[in-house]
């Protein structure tokens, strides 16, 4: 069966929903890349890279709109959801009354496409995705983010268990009871459904397929959903997590070509091991070189989305330099682009190191240091970094934040429940832990501090990788109480405790240490009445 012909049932499925009749309007169900490459070309300022790469771009949104994102208030899941300023309240009202807008704009297309796919590599808990959307450029970057089926998957693939309505090209109505811009990005998990409006970046859909798997795994299955990725030792089969927001080098530093890739982004801990939820990677482009990040700028060719990116004229070449449109330039390809990708994306063993990637503006915290388990429970629940410029809407230099659990804008329950679940699972497995800084060193970013060099990045990875880093003397830092090496091999020791690096001084260094320690207990207070003396404890003491 060609996969670019519709099934019967699915193309009928979305002409009812839809109401559509059956000689006005296309349906594309799972196209090929070269089909929709052909359609991508027709909308505006898409065009193909000189690495064969689809260039698109995503309009005025050149990220995502956490403040547009809301939950359907509904009996099944209202008592469940941590309400608030990451989960705002949607009416069941003004719910219909967008999807009804997003259907009327879908309607109005020649065009629309079908993506049929899974979310979750573990058979035991996998989820049937489907993707409704007018742009081919966002069906092919699903195609890439989501898991696809075979061909026989396809034809027996029935009713999807989850689906997302993608009217993005067209507003919201801001007269509409609960909205406050033209943007709502709205999830109704009795319905199982996504409404997107106001907003064309793809990472919407993707990162609206995690907060549904943040809400189904522990609910459903007692299974812990991470904002992670993951790697695996070649001969030793030891498996690393890396928490981390975006631009903390999650994607970069589990891309390592002497261990095998899980997953760049998106990970569950169950009883039987890590298996990722994606089957592709969403990859930060700015200062992408050959040299640096061979693994990703390989994997863009062919097949593979770039987003918002300048590009020369004549020769069609990349300039991964220039973030004049935006500083979150991306690119979404199959994870099978990766050489070391390790398919299926699961690993059957539990992890045995827990990395915490902060990217620090401040210039405080140590390129790394080894964590207690209280203290793991302290920065997993607190989420500090910087956000970086272009990450999310407004965003244009890095800031100071807290996100719990490292992902805080993708939270469907109280952050208490999964940093329980995590302390538990790294108790019962044994998991080392560290915190890894890939942010500032010797200064703040204000203050003209540099970013901690991959080269060492690598390096202190390698020593935890191999055993030697658990094995190395260390020294306290004060305040914050961490335990810093004195020598990491191929890391320049006066690198590794910035007290000892910093160039204004030890004095402007004790002041900048004092007010990061201060924001941490200033941000610990929205969750100190769950948490244990222990865990207060480890945190910086004033």
């Given at each position: 069966m060609s996969p670019s012909k519709v099934p019967v049932s699915a193309e009928q499925t979305i002409r009812q929903e839809l109401a559509l009749s059956e000689d006005v309007v296309t349906?594309?169900?799972?196209?090929?890349?070269?089909?929709?490459?052909?359609?991508?070309?027709?909308?505006?300022?898409?065009?193909?890279?000189?690495?064969?790469?689809?260039?698109?771009?995503?309009?005025?949104?050149?990220?995502?709109?956490?403040?547009?994102?809301?939950?359907?208030?509904?009996?099944t899941s209202t008592d469940h959801i941590w309400w608030g300023p990451v989960n705002k309240k949607c009416s069941q009202k003004t719910w219909l009354v967008n999807r009804e807008r997003a259907a009327?704009?879908?309607?109005?297309?020649?065009?629309?496409?079908?993506?049929?796919a899974y979310a979750g590599w573990d058979p035991r808990y996998c989820i049937?995705?489907?993707?409704?959307?007018?742009?081919?450029?966002?069906?092919?970057?699903?195609?890439?983010?989501?898991?696809?089926?075979?061909?026989?998957?396809?034809?027996?693939?029935?009713?999807?268990?989850?689906?997302?309505?993608?009217?993005?090209?067209?507003?919201?109505?801001?007269?509409?009871?609960?909205?406050?811009?033209?943007?709502?990005?709205e999830i109704n998990f009795q319905q199982m459904e996504m409404v997107i409006l106001g907003t064309e970046y793809a990472g919407e859909m993707k990162k609206g397929i995690f907060t549904v798997m943040f809400y189904l795994m522990p609910i459903n299955h007692n299974v812990l959903t991470l904002h992670s990725s993951a790697?695996?030792?070649?001969?030793?089969?030891?498996?690393?997590?890396?928490?981390?927001?975006?631009?903390?080098?999650?994607?970069?530093?589990?891309?390592?070509?002497?261990?095998?890739?899980?997953?760049?982004?998106?990970?569950?801990?169950?009883?039987?091991?890590?298996?990722?939820?994606?089957?592709?990677?969403?990859a930060k482009c700015i200062g992408l070189s050959a040299e640096k990040e061979p693994e990703i700028y390989n994997a863009i060719k062919f097949g593979s989305v770039l987003e918002n990116v300048v590009f020369d004229p004549?020769?069609?070449?990349?300039?991964?330099?220039?973030?004049?449109?935006t500083e979150n330039t991306r690119c979404a390809y199959p994870i099978d682009y990766i050489p070391s990708a390790k398919i299926p994306c699961l690993a059957n063993e539990h992890p045995q190191n827990i990395v915490l990637l902060t990217c620090d503006a401040s210039g405080v915290l140590p390129p790394v240091s080894k964590l207690t388990p209280e203290q793991v429970m302290y920065h997993f629940i607190s989420g500090y970094t910087s956000k970086v410029a272009g990450t999310e809407e407004g965003v244009t230099e890095p800031e100071a934040t807290f996100s719990s659990c490292f992902g805080q804008p993708f939270l469907a329950l109280h952050p208490m429940k999964y940093a329980t679940m995590l302390a538990t699972k790294m108790a019962h497995h044994n998991a080392n832990a560290w915190l890894l800084n890939t942010g500032w060193t010797g200064a703040s970013y204000v203050s003209g501090g540099k970013r901690c060099p991959l080269k060492y990045t690598r390096a202190i990875l390698d020593a935890i990788h191999d055993g030697s880093l658990a094995q190395a003397e260390y020294e306290t830092l004060p305040t914050f109480n961490l335990q810093v090496p004195r020598e990491v091999a191929n890391v320049p020791s006066?690198?590794?405790?910035?007290?000892?690096?910093?160039?204004?001084?030890?004095?402007?260094?004790?002041?900048?240490?004092?007010?990061?320690?201060?924001?941490?207990?200033?941000?610990?207070?929205?969750?100190?009445?769950?948490?244990?003396?222990?865990?207060?404890?480890?945190?910086?003491?004033?």
């Open positions: 349906i594309r169900r799972n196209a090929p890349a070269a089909l929709l490459y052909e359609d991508a070309l027709r909308e505006r300022k898409t065009a193909v890279a000189a690495s064969g790469a689809l260039i698109a771009y995503s309009g005025s949104k050149t990220g995502r709109s956490p403040r547009d994102k809301r939950i359907v208030d509904e009996p009327d704009y879908l309607r109005t297309r020649d065009h629309l496409y079908i993506v049929d049937k995705i489907r993707v409704v959307c007018a742009r081919a450029y966002h069906a092919l970057f699903m195609t890439n983010m989501l898991i696809r089926p075979t061909e026989e998957e396809l034809r027996n693939f029935g009713e999807p268990e989850f689906t997302i309505w993608n009217a993005g090209q067209f507003p919201a109505n801001t007269h509409t009871e609960g909205m406050t811009s033209k943007t709502t990005v790697n695996q030792g070649i001969h030793r089969n030891d498996v690393t997590l890396f928490f981390g927001l975006s631009g903390t080098g999650k994607t970069t530093l589990s891309a390592d070509p002497h261990r095998q890739l899980i997953g760049d982004d998106e990970h569950c801990w169950s009883d039987h091991g890590v298996f990722n939820i994606e089957g592709g990677c969403y004549l020769t069609r070449e990349i300039d991964y330099d220039d973030g004049s449109i006066s690198l590794l405790n910035p007290a000892n690096n910093w160039s204004e001084g030890k004095a402007q260094y004790t002041k900048a240490v004092r007010g990061l320690a201060e924001k941490f207990v200033e941000n610990f207070k929205t969750y100190q009445d769950k948490a244990t003396t222990e865990v207060l404890a480890a945190g910086p003491v004033l």
